[in-house]
């Protein structure tokens, strides 16, 4: 086959692509990080690496230690505790343990002591501002966007005394509280001044829309989010959807911002665990079917939990350009189901959707995310633009550069709205 002089020989695809994963700063569309004037909300360091939720669950299959004996332990002696038994009575080969790895390795700490010492000083000597920095730059991204949610105790009044922005940081305004726990919710909003009830009847309705409105002033959010459960529907005669389509959805039309779902969590199938103890089940996506056609102004951005949903998922993208499939989200985010599930979004739908989110909860958490997607998606891509030229047409450098930019930066700036 002739190869013209401007496109790239089969041999040098799988290096070009990596390049240009390396090269274009990506965007982390969806994170629990936070901005630093949000002060302790924002996790970082060694010992919160460790207690991340993801090895929580793994300590308690490879240790005997019960729940109720470890949420009695300190920071700092749950940190222990994990390390002990997943990084060195066990070889850390799963993919959460394995990041630990990953970030060590990438600040240039020991992976295979038996204490926690020197990472522990290391962390102890950083400045954290300049530390986001560093962390961004070995993560290769250049934002992060924030999970905020304006009725959590501890960050609401941050936001209310007029916490400073920083352009490595957007904000999200998460409902969760009010969607899914309005009967624990209500009186908050009460007692913020707004006329609300336990059953969400026309005037409450009203007020959560001025709620939002005002949450939206003052946050600037990128979109607003919720995550669901896997008996998500959509519509149906409960507070959820009615606050939904009554609130919600001309809230974020106003706004011109998008809704993220994110269904699919069956809550607390083992509280014991807490955060950790949350599960995955098969939702039914007529809910999407249903947001996309009947509120076609409005945007959703869409990740689904269970691995079955995902093909579903893909074929309504193709019938509604307001649903942006993004990320492979929680207990999708390994390697063999990340190759599944990206491979299968490129042959359906291009690059018109957003491969990836880190999901952060712990700064440093972003460079072993965000290295493994480079190494999972390269050869996929790679793959794609051979079977491109075996079909006659070879890529030139500026398309693999524009489809990279495309999916891990430019699909969430058009499709949030803050293209520059
Ligand atoms: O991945 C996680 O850390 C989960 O616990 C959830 O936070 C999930 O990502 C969510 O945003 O609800
Ligand atoms: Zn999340």
């Given amino acids: 086959m002739i190869v013209p002089d401007d496109s790239?020989?089969?041999?040098?695809?799988?290096q070009t692509v990596e390049d240009q994963?390396?090269?274009?700063?990506?965007?982390d569309v969806h994170t629990h990080l936070f901005m630093p004037s949000l002060g302790r909300l924002g996790l970082w360091g060694i010992d919160e690496l460790i207690t991340y939720h993801y090895l929580e669950a793994e300590l308690f299959r490879s240790s005997t230690i019960t729940p109720a004996e470890y949420w009695k332990l300190s920071k700092r002696e749950q940190a222990d505790a994990i390390w002990h038994a997943l990084f060195v009575d066990h070889t850390p080969v799963s993919e959460a343990t394995r990041g630990v790895v990953a970030v060590l390795h990438a600040l240039g700490l020991p992976t295979a002591e038996s204490s926690l010492k020197t990472a522990r000083e290391f962390f102890a000597d950083q400045n954290p501002d300049e530390h986001i920095d560093h962390v961004f730059e070995l993560a290769g991204i250049s934002e992060a966007v924030m999970t905020n949610d304006p009725l959590d105790p501890d960050e609401a009044p941050l936001w209310e005394r007029g916490a400073g922005r920083d352009p490595r940081f957007h904000a999200v305004l998460r409902l969760d509280r009010i969607l899914n726990k309005w009967a624990d919710h209500w009186r908050v909003l009460v007692s913020q001044g707004y006329a609300v009830d336990a059953d969400a009847g026309a005037q409450s309705i009203a007020e959560v829309r001025r709620f939002l409105d005002t949450w939206c002033q003052r946050m600037q959010p990128v979109y607003m989010?919720?995550?669901l459960p896997d008996t998500f529907a959509?519509?149906?005669e409960s507070v959820r959807a009615r606050l939904i389509a009554g609130a919600v959805l001309p809230c974020c039309r106003e706004h011109g911002i998008p809704l993220s779902?994110?269904?699919?969590?069956?809550?607390q199938v083992n509280p014991a665990i807490k955060l950790a103890g949350d599960?995955?089940?098969?939702?039914?996506?007529?809910a999407v079917e249903h947001l996309c056609v009947q509120h076609p102004e409005n945007r959703f951005l869409i990740s689904v939990l269970s691995r079955e949903n995902q093909h579903e998922l893909c074929v309504y993208a193709r019938k509604f350009n307001n649903l942006m499939p993004f990320g492979c989200w929680w207990f999708l985010n390994n390697p063999s189901i990340v190759e599944e599930i990206t491979r299968e979004r490129l042959e359906m739908l291009g690059t018109t959707f957003i491969p990836q989110h880190s999901d952060a909860r712990v700064l440093e958490q972003v460079i072993y995310k965000w290295r493994n997607t480079r190494r999972t998606v390269a050869p996929i891509l790679a793959r794609m633009y051979g079977l491109l030229a075996d079909d006659g047409r070879a890529p030139k450098v500026e398309d693999i550069r524009?489809?990279?930019?495309?999916l891990f930066r430019g699909n969430f700036e058009s499709f949030a709205g803050i293209s520059r």
Wanted: proline share 5%; hydrophobic share 50%; glycine share 4%.
């Fill in 21 to 27: 994963l390396q090269s274009i700063p990506f965007i």
């Fill in 234 to 236: 959509f519509p149906e």
């Fill in 279 to 286: 599960a995955v089940g098969k939702a039914d996506l007529h």
């Fill in 261 to 267: 779902v994110m269904i699919g969590v069956r809550y």
């Fill in 225 to 227: 989010a919720v995550s």
């Fill in 8 to 14: 790239v020989a089969s041999a040098e695809i799988l």
């Fill in 402 to 406: 524009r489809d990279v930019h495309r």
